[in-house]
């Protein structure tokens, strides 16, 4: 089935350090695979960070990015430098283009803490 | 102001109760979704609609049934609740479905004891 994988937390990272976030993804029964990352900040619901539809590309948004990648079936969350505000919970999560399939299957979040 | 609202944001609930969770977008989307989360896993579509007084089954309807009044609003309900019921649970509202930008509400927060 499909299914997402991603980096198990929570993670605590310094203010001004590099991140990365890992997902992977299982798409057997998705033709068109769309890729996103949502963030849930503390209090709020799930926010769209960024979203990639064609494989190759790329996607950014507030410093973060990631990138499609089919050949390793990964969607990696990378960002240079992080700040205090970026302390969240992060979501990957996959999506299918094909008509008729509402499901977006998501992983379980890495809750993300960056220190002062 | 927040598009999608929840209510309530949280709520304790006895096991073979009947619990109701309501959601309001004012996005005029056509598409809503009810989600669980339970820690450690991945949200879960429960139900979804894409017209009003019509729902449609998602990934685990068991024990849940939905109702959509009018656009705006998306009911979950637990007829009887159940210990393995407890969850946060997510609504979400999309212009197109198939994999569209989600729009969430801040979620309601279910404890059944």
């Known amino acids: 089935g499909d299914s997402v994988t991603q980096t198990e937390g929570p993670v605590t990272v310094s203010e001004s350090e590099s991140l990365i976030i890992n997902c992977t993804y299982s798409?057997?029964?998705?033709?068109?695979?769309?890729l996103f990352w949502y963030v849930r900040y503390p209090g709020e619901g799930l926010q769209l960070l960024l979203k990639?539809?064609?494989?190759?590309q790329k996607g950014s948004s507030r410093g973060f990015e990631a990138t499609y990648n089919k050949e390793t079936t990964s969607f990696h969350l990378q960002k240079a430098s992080v700040q205090e505000s970026d302390s969240a919970v992060y979501y990957c999560?996959?999506?299918?283009?094909?008509?008729?399939?509402?499901?977006?299957?998501f992983g379980a979040g890495t809750k993300l803490t960056i220190k002062p | 102001e927040a598009a999608v609202t929840q209510s309530p944001r949280s709520k304790v609930a006895v096991t073979g109760g009947k619990v109701t969770l309501s959601c309001h977008q004012t996005?005029?989307?056509?598409?809503m979704y009810w989600y669980r989360q339970d820690t450690g896993h991945g949200l879960r579509l429960i139900h979804y609609?894409?017209?009003?007084?019509?729902?449609e089954k998602g990934d685990i309807p068991d024990g849940y049934k939905a109702s959509r009044p009018s656009q705006e609003n998306f009911s979950l309900i637990l007829e009887l609740a159940s210990l393995s019921q407890t969850a946060v649970y997510f609504c979400?509202?999309?212009?197109?479905?198939?994999?569209?930008?989600?729009?969430f509400g801040s979620g309601t927060r279910l404890t059944v004891l």
């Open positions: 798409a057997t029964s998705i033709a068109y695979p769309n």
């Open positions: 996005n005029n989307h056509d598409y």
């Open positions: 979400a509202s999309s212009p197109q479905g198939r994999a569209e930008t989600l729009y």
């Open positions: 999560a996959l999506g299918d283009r094909g008509y008729g399939n509402e499901k977006i299957t």
């Open positions: 609609s894409y017209v009003a007084d019509s729902t």
């Open positions: 990639v539809i064609t494989a190759g």
